[in-house]
C-alpha cells in the first residue's frame, strides 16, 4: 500500500472511530458477538486495555498484526485521536510472513497520547513528538533525554544511571544495584548469620532504540564485591518523548549455590534497585509519601508542623498536608517559629510486605534511635516519594504484594542527600531459600526414582533440582519531579505503578489478520451451544483467578503460575505432592489464556496471561549452565523435576506476549532458545525409560516429533520471521526438519527421529515406526502446524500430508488405525484435547466425517462433560485455610485442553456443531 498523509486516510474514519466505544477496551464481550467479526480494516481502532487511559505512565508499546501482503516490512504508521488529533507514534516491524510483508509491527506511544480513550492507526506519516526522546553517547556515559528529563548512564562502574536531571535540577544519582548475601541459614539458631554486601558492576550499556518516540538502553552486569562477581542481571530502561518518568524491567538469574541438606551457600537476603535523592529543601518543606491500599498515601513531612501544642496557622498546615512550599516563617505563630528546633525530624521510613496479606510502616528519627509504628494494612500498591518543594523522585515496584517479600525504604530524607531502596526482596524477609525439598528418599538408582514416579509421580534425580539457572524479571517507575506531586497525580502514578497502561488492538484485527495458525474466532453466543461452551470457557477462567486469590498463589518465584492437580479428599491443590503441584506449563495452560484473550480481548485474562508468561519464560527455564535452553516439568519446587525439557522452555507460550507488546526481555527469551537443540547433545529426556542403545551424538540425536520438535520449532519460526541474527539457520531447520518429519516412513506417527545438529535435518528411517504418544500433540504442536502449513506449506506439501495423516488417525478406532499404519497406537488418553486435530483436519480436507467426530470426541471422551457440575462449593473452616470456592473435578490438565479445544473447535467447525 502506497504512503499517503496521516490526515488523508485517518481524518475521514475519525468520526466513525469517535462512536466506536468499543466494550472490548473495557475487558468485556458483547453478547451477541458473531462468529468472523469484521474483517481487518483500516484505519485500525486501538483503545487502552483498560478504561483508565495512559494516566500517569510514561508511554505505551503495543503490536498489532496484519494480513499477508497487506503492508510492506518498511511501511510508515499514523495515529490520530478518536476526534482526529495527530498523536506522534514511534513504529517498528517486529515480523514478517515468508513474502517480506509485514507480519506484525510495533507502535510506542509517549505522554502526548494522555487523554484519549481511543486512537485511529493507518498508513501515513507520522507525527513528529513536541519534545523528541534525543539520545547521546560519549566515551564513558549515555545520556537520553525526553525533553523533560535527562538520564545520564555510566558504560562501566557500578551506578546504572549517574545522573537523573529535570531541568537544571539533579532529582537523583548513583542509581545502582544492591544485594545482601547471607552465607549460611540455620533453623533454630539466630544471630549467628553473617552478611556480605555488593553493588552492580556494569559490563555492558547499550542503547537498542533511539527515538523519536521511545528510546531503550540495555545495561548488562554483575553484582559485585572485592574479587567476587554473581547474579547476573539485565536492566533494560525505557524512555518516552516529553515523559517525566521512565520504565525500568530488571532481570536477575540465579548463579549461586545452595546444596540441600548444608547450611551455608548463597542465600539472598536483600536484592534491591537504591537511588541517591538531593534534599535542597528545609526539613518543614520536605515531603514523604508511601503507598498504602489501593491509592491510600501516607502523606508526612521530615518536619511536621500540623498536630502540635501550638498552631502555626490554618495555612501553614494545609500547605504542609498538599506538599507545597509552606508560608515564610516569620508569618507563622512565632511559637511555634522560635521552637522549630525542638521538633523531631524524621529522617528514616520502611515499608515491608512480608506477605500477600499484610504490610507494615514504622519510621524513626535517624539510625541509632528506635523505630516507632506508623501504621499497615493487607496489600500495598508499593509506591513512594521523598522530595520538597524543589523536586523530589517517586518510585514504585509492580505486582509489590503479589511478589512479596517486597519493601521501600527511605533513609537519611532529614540530610541533604535522602536514599530510597526499593527492596525486590525484602531484607526483613527469611533468607531466600532455594534448597532442594527432601534428601533423595533413597532413590539412587533410575529403578528407585521411576518407582517414586508411580507414588508421587515426581520425577527425582539427584542433583536434578537445582535452581542453577533461573531467573526472574521485575518492573518499576520512576518520576523525576519538580515539586511534590498533589494527591490526585499521586494517585494516578500509583495506578500506574499497580497496572501499567497498555494500548491493544481489537479482536476483530487480531482474527482477521489470522496469525498464530488462524484456529481462533471472536466470542460467538448465537445459539445455545455455543453460548454454553463460552460459559464453561468463562467458568473456568474465573475459577482459576479466584483460586490464586483464595490458596494464595503468590510470591516471587511462584506468582504467575496455578497449581496442577486438586485433593478432593483434603480440599487442597496437591501443593506438597511431587509432579502434582505447580503447573509449569503442562499441557499448554499459557496456551489456552492466549487463545482466549485473542478472541474476548478481555483485560483480566490478558493480565493473567501476561502474569503467567512472565513467571513460566524465566522461572521454570534454565538461562544459564549445561541445562540452559530447558524446562523443568511440574512439581513442588518450579526447578524440583529431573525432567528438563524443550516443551517447557516452548517459545509458542512467549510469543503472544512479544508480539502483542513488543517486550523485549521475552524477545530475548525467544531468541536464546535458537541453539536449544544442542542441549540434547547435555541431556537426553528419555535416559530413565530407553531401552535401545543410545549415545548423545552431534549428528544422531533422539528428538520427539511431538513435544520436543514443537518447542524447537516455534524458536526457529520466530527467529526467522523476526528477521533476527540467526534467521537464515533457523529458516533452514524450520523447513529441513519439516521435510525430513514428512520424509519418514510414517511421518509423525514414527514418533522420533535421529537429528543433525549441522544440517538441521532428520535423517530419513529405514523402517516403518508406529510410536504415538498423547503428549506429542498437547505442548502446541497443532497450533505450531497450523501456523507452518499457512506460512510455508506450499513449499513442503509433504509435510501437511504426514501431519493430517496424524490428526486423522489419533482418535480413529484402533482397526482404523492397525489397516493404515499395520498397528494401533496402543492406549492412548486426552481424546478431547485431540479434538481440535480432528477438526483442523477437517477443515483442510473437507472431510465431514472428520467434523462429526471432532464434536463426538469433544463431548463423548474423556476431559470434562457436558454433565460435570459446572460450579463451584463453598468451603469454609475448618474445612481450609481461608473461606472460599472449590471445583473438586477441576484439574488443570482438562482445563487446558477443554479451553484449547473449544476455542478451536468453534473457530474451524463451530457451523457443524450437534444440535
Given at each position: ?186 533453623d533454630g539458631d539466630q544471630g549467628r548469620e553473617t552478611y556480605e554486601r555488593f553493588e552492580s558492576a556494569v559490563t555492558t550499556t547499550e542503547v537498542e532504540q533511539s527515538g523519536p518516540v521511545r528510546a531503550v538502553v540495555r545495561i548488562e552486569g554483575k553484582h559485585r564485591r572485592g574479587k567476587r562477581s554473581w547474579l547476573p542481571f539485565s536492566v533494560r530502561l525505557y524512555f518516552y518523548a516529553g515523559a517525566e518518568s521512565f520504565r525500568m524491567v530488571h532481570t536477575i538469574t540465579f548463579d549461586g549455590t545452595q546444596e540441600p541438606g548444608k547450611a551455608s551457600g548463597d542465600f539472598i537476603r536483600g536484592l534491591g534497585v537504591r537511588f541517591t535523592v538531593p534534599l535542597r529543601d528545609e526539613a518543614y518543606d520536605r515531603h514523604i509519601r508511601i503507598g498504602g491500599e489501593g491509592t491510600g498515601m501516607l502523606r508526612e513531612a521530615v518536619k511536621g508542623v500540623t498536630g502540635l501544642r501550638r498552631d502555626p496557622g490554618a495555612a501553614v498546615q494545609a500547605a504542609q498536608f498538599e506538599g507545597t512550599k509552606l508560608p515564610d516563617p516569620a508569618t507563622w505563630d512565632q511559637r511555634v517559629t522560635s521552637r ?576
Open positions: 500500500m502506497s504512503r499517503m498523509p496521516r490526515r488523508t486516510l485517518l481524518k475521514a474514519a475519525a468520526a466513525a472511530g469517535a462512536a466506536a466505544q468499543f466494550s472490548w477496551s473495557l475487558g468485556t464481550t458483547p453478547a451477541s458477538a458473531a462468529p468472523g467479526a469484521e474483517p481487518t480494516g483500516e484505519p485500525v481502532t486501538l483503545a487502552w486495555l483498560e478504561s483508565g487511559g495512559l494516566g500517569a505512565a510514561p508511554g505505551s508499546t503495543l503490536g498489532v498484526p496484519w494480513p499477508k501482503g497487506r503492508h510492506p516490512k518498511d511501511q510508515t504508521f499514523a495515529l490520530t485521536t478518536e476526534d482526529g488529533k495527530d498523536v506522534p507514534v514511534q513504529s517498528w516491524t517486529t515480523a514478517t510472513w515468508p513474502d517480506g510483508s509485514a507480519k506484525w509491527t510495533a507502535h510506542a506511544v509517549g505522554p502526548e497520547a494522555a487523554g484519549a480513550k481511543t486512537f485511529l492507526l493507518g498508513p501515513g506519516t507520522p507525527a513528529a513528538p513536541a519534545h523528541k526522546v534525543s539520545v547521546k553517547s560519549t566515551g564513558s556515559t549515555i545520556a537520553v533525554s525526553t525533553g523533560v528529563i535527562t538520564a545520564k548512564m555510566g558504560k562501566t562502574g557500578s551506578s546504572l544511571i549517574t545522573s537523573l536531571t529535570r531541568g537544571s535540577t539533579e532529582i537523583a544519582k548513583d542509581g545502582r544495584l544492591v544485594l545482601i548475601r547471607q552465607s549460611e541459614i540455620e522549630l528546633h525542638l521538633i523531631p525530624t524524621w529522617g528514616d521510613y520502611t515499608l515491608s510486605q512480608l506477605s500477600a496479606d499484610g504490610f507494615s510502616l514504622r519510621k524513626r528519627t535517624k539510625k541509632g534511635h528506635g523505630w516507632i509504628a506508623a501504621g499497615g494494612g493487607r496489600r500495598a500498591s508499593g509506591f513512594g516519594y521523598v522530595g520538597g518543594a524543589s523536586g523530589g523522585l517517586a518510585f514504585g515496584l509492580r505486582d509489590f504484594w503479589e511478589k512479596f517479600p517486597a519493601q521501600l525504604d527511605i533513609r537519611d530524607a532529614h540530610t541533604d542527600a535522602a536514599e530510597v531502596t526499593v527492596w525486590l526482596w525484602s531484607p526483613e524477609a527469611e533468607p531466600m531459600d532455594l534448597r532442594f525439598y527432601h534428601d533423595g528418599l533413597g532413590q539412587d538408582t533410575y529403578a528407585e526414582q521411576l518407582d517414586g514416579l508411580e507414588i508421587t509421580y515426581e520425577d527425582y534425580e539427584p542433583g536434578f533440582g537445582t535452581p542453577y539457572g533461573i531467573a526472574r524479571t521485575s518492573e518499576l517507575l520512576f518520576w523525576a519531579h519538580d515539586s511534590t506531586p498533589g494527591a490526585t497525580a499521586l494517585a494516578q502514578q500509583t495506578e500506574a505503578v499497580r497496572t501499567l497502561p497498555q494500548l491493544v488492538a481489537p479482536p476483530s484485527q487480531l482474527t482477521g489478520a489470522k496469525v498464530f495458525g488462524g484456529l481462533f474466532s471472536p466470542v460467538d453466543r448465537s445459539t445455545p451451544a455455543k453460548a454454553k461452551i463460552e460459559d464453561h470457557l468463562d467458568f473456568l477462567f474465573t475459577y482459576y483467578k479466584d483460586q490464586v486469590e483464595m490458596r494464595r498463589w503468590y510470591g516471587f518465584w511462584d506468582y504467575g503460575d496455578v497449581m496442577h492437580s486438586y485433593d478432593p479428599a483434603r480440599h487442597q491443590w496437591r501443593y506438597d505432592v511431587g509432579g502434582y503441584a505447580w503447573d509449569n506449563s503442562e499441557l499448554s495452560p499459557d496456551l489456552w489464556l492466549w487463545y482466549a484473550y485473542l478472541r474476548s480481548g478481555r483485560a483480566d485474562i490478558f493480565r493473567f496471561a501476561e502474569a503467567m508468561t512472565r513467571h513460566t519464560g524465566e522461572v521454570d527455564v534454565y538461562h544459564l549452565g549445561e541445562w540452559a535452553g530447558l524446562g523443568t516439568r511440574h512439581g513442588i519446587q518450579h526447578y524440583a523435576d529431573s525432567a528438563k525439557q524443550q516443551r517447557i522452555a516452548n517459545t509458542t507460550y512467549r510469543r503472544f506476549y512479544y508480539f502483542l507488546t513488543a517486550d523485549e526481555r521475552v524477545g530475548d527469551l525467544m531468541r536464546a532458545n535458537v541453539d536449544s537443540d544442542e542441549t540434547f547433545l547435555a541431556l537426553d529426556p528419555l535416559r530413565k525409560i530407553r531401552t535401545e542403545p543410545y549415545t548423545p551424538d552431534r549428528h544422531a540425536l533422539s528428538i520427539g516429533f511431538g513435544t520436543d520438535w514443537s518447542g524447537l520449532v516455534s524458536a526457529w519460526l520466530t527467529e526467522w520471521e523476526r528477521g533476527g541474527p540467526q534467521a537464515a539457520k533457523a529458516r533452514a531447520r524450520v523447513l529441513g526438519t519439516m521435510e525430513t518429519i514428512a520424509a519418514q516412513p510414517n511421518g509423525f506417527v514414527q514418533g522420533s527421529g535421529l537429528y543433525d545438529l549441522d544440517t538441521g535435518k532428520f535423517a530419513v528411517a529405514a523402517e516403518p515406526v508406529v510410536s504415538v504418544s498423547h503428549l506429542s500433540a498437547v505442548f502446541g504442536l497443532n497450533e505450531l502446524c497450523a501456523e507452518l502449513i499457512d506460512l510455508v506449506g506450499d513449499d513442503v506439501p509433504t509435510f501437511e500430508e504426514a501431519y493430517l495423516d496424524y490428526c486423522r488417525y489419533f482418535n480413529a478406532t484402533k482397526a482404523e488405525q492397525k489397516a493404515r499404519y499395520g498397528s494401533d497406537f496402543g492406549s492412548l488418553i486426552l481424546f478431547q484435547g485431540h479434538s481440535r486435530l480432528d477438526a483442523y483436519a477437517a477443515v483442510r480436507t473437507g472431510d465431514e466425517k472428520l467434523a462429526a467426530r471432532a464434536w463426538e470426541k469433544f463431548y463423548n471422551s474423556d476431559g470434562y462433560k457436558e454433565s460435570a457440575p459446572w460450579k463451584t462449593e463453598e468451603v469454609t473452616g475448618p474445612v481450609t485455610t481461608v473461606p472460599g470456592t472449590e471445583a473438586d473435578w477441576v484439574y488443570t490438565n482438562d482445563t487446558a485442553l477443554y479451553g484449547l479445544a473449544a476455542i478451536e473447535n468453534l473457530a474451524l467447525v463451530g457451523d457443524r456443531m450437534p444440535d
